[in-house]
């Protein structure tokens, strides 16, 4: 497993944009296919976005593709998630995940190898 950290969550307007970091101070993500899921109060995880180890293909939610661009900077050993044009439905907890295998981010079905962060909070105004 692999301890990761998210930041850049916070209080935005509609229509705003945020992004997203998720780090590690160990482990080379790089190793591991990445990706983001949320949480909304009283809702069930969403998937969001995941790529490939090493990042060569990426693959997003059908409702988010558009508005929500993952990329991944393996120099800084980081991930990110820019979110534009953001909707007061996005409010949720948002969580970076590491996986084995890309599927287990894009199904949410992760096994005990498997790591996701502490979860950072978005907030978005009408």
């Known amino acids: 497993q692999v301890q990761l950290v998210e930041s850049g969550g916070g209080l935005v307007q509609a229509g705003g944009s945020l992004r997203l970091s998720c780090g590690a101070s160990e482990r080379t993500l790089s190793s591991y296919a990445m990706g983001w899921f949320r949480q909304a109060p009283g809702k069930e995880r969403e998937f969001i976005a995941a790529?490939?180890?090493?990042?060569?293909?990426?693959y997003y939610s059908p409702s988010l593709k558009g508005r929500f661009t993952m990329s991944r900077d393996n120099t800084k050993n980081t991930v990110y998630l820019q979110m534009n044009d953001l909707k007061p439905e996005d409010t949720a907890v948002y969580y970076c995940?590491?996986?084995?295998?890309?599927?287990?981010?894009?199904?949410?079905?992760?096994?005990?190898?498997?790591?996701w962060g502490q979860g950072t909070q978005v907030t978005v105004s009408s």
């Open positions: 995940a590491a996986a084995t295998k890309l599927h287990n981010i894009v199904a949410l079905e992760f096994s005990i190898d498997d790591s």
């Open positions: 790529s490939k180890r090493g990042g060569s293909s990426t």
